[in-house]
């Protein structure tokens, strides 16, 4: 997977290196309940721009590996009950 680039700022920057360290992670959960390439890709997207765009909701770090875990397992779910996964 082609490592995402993203711009360290100081609200951000325990979360953007948890991200980085983590983005294989988030795939390897999205594809393993997808098996699906571009779906799994498409949701770590939108985990992370969720997450960036709204770190308030991700948490204290030590918070990080559940609210990942949980969003993008609610993802897949979406994803392959039909539903819409886009940001929201």
Do not use: P
């Amino acid at each position: 997977m082609r490592k995402m680039q993203i711009k360290k700022t100081g609200k951000y920057e325990y979360l953007v290196e948890y991200i980085e360290k983590h983005q294989d992670d988030f795939y390897r959960l999205a594809y393993l309940r997808l098996h699906q390439q571009e779906a799994s890709l498409r949701i770590v997207q939108i985990i992370v721009d969720l997450a960036l765009n709204n770190y308030r909701l991700v948490g204290k770090s030590e918070n990080y590996d559940e609210w990942f875990c949980k969003v993008i397992t609610e993802k897949c779910i979406d994803q392959t009950a039909g539903r819409t996964i886009e940001k929201n």
